[in-house]
């Protein structure tokens, strides 16, 4: 297995500055998606430093009006203490991303289930995709939720992406991007109703990606703090890295 890292995660947006110490990401399309719009350090600033990213973040986001500012640190580095404490007396929300890898075939083996049909996404089934998606997207608010279906729809063009819909009885349920490059196969956004969760859904997701890309590493980011990482590592991936981000929201 190649070293894996951050580096291989597939960001969207465009690098309209750079410097020593870090990459401004921008993506006009979407200014709603923190993921897209951001400044990734590519070492571990000092208070100073970051203040002064910060001012320069916060103004171009007012200029493109934009709410948010959002910060991820080197990888595997934590923030000081001292710096932590600045976060939270800023109102700065904080936490760190971790990356897992695994080979296809050791995933665990799952039996196919006739009640869960893993299909990829086509030009016939991409109404219910994006009806679903919509439901998944409209808990972070309808301005966040319509925009990303105009996202869904260029990942649909895009050959680089395979979406995949999950139906279980018949009923579209479960969906994940995958995103295919030379060595790697991403999981990005794996999703599963709420009303259908604890059905396999999830797993069979996985399965139909280890089954299609049998050559490449299979990597994903799990938020830290959250239980499917528990779920990851009892699949056997590996965990291989971690990530600090902050971010903090205005009022419009």
């Not at 990482?229 to 590996?238: A, D, F, G, I, P």
């Amino acid at each position: 297995m190649e070293n894996i890292t951050f580096n291989h995660i597939y960001t969207l947006g465009n690098i309209v500055f750079e410097n020593e110490l870090y990459k401004h990401f921008h993506y006009p399309e979407m200014l709603v998606r923190y993921d897209s719009n951001f400044i990734e350090f590519k070492t571990m600033p000092s208070i100073d430093e970051f203040k002064a990213a910060f001012t320069y973040l916060r103004d171009y986001h007012k200029r493109h009006g934009q709410s948010h500012v959002k910060f991820t640190f080197p990888e595997n580095q934590k923030p000081s203490e001292e710096f932590l404490e600045y976060l939270n007396d800023n109102d700065f929300l904080y936490g760190y991303n971790e990356l897992y890898v695994i080979q296809p075939n050791q995933f665990p083996r799952l039996k196919d289930d006739p009640d869960i049909n893993i299909t990829p996404v086509t030009s016939e089934n991409l109404d219910a995709f994006l009806t679903l998606q919509y439901t998944f997207d409209e808990e972070f608010g309808d301005e966040f939720a319509e925009q990303k279906v105009a996202l869904h729809q260029r990942n649909f063009k895009d050959e680089k992406i395979m979406q995949l819909l999950a139906y279980y009885k018949g009923l579209p349920a479960g969906s994940v991007d995958i995103i295919i490059s030379e060595d790697t196969a991403e999981i990005d956004q794996l999703s599963v109703l709420e009303s259908m969760q604890r059905k396999g859904i999830g797993g069979q997701l996985q399965k139909f990606v280890m089954d299609h890309f049998p050559q490449k590493t299979v990597i994903l980011v799990a938020d830290g703090n959250d239980t499917p990482r528990e779920m990851y590592l009892k699949q056997n991936y590996q965990y291989v890295g971690f990530e600090y981000e902050c971010i903090k929201v205005f009022d419009s």
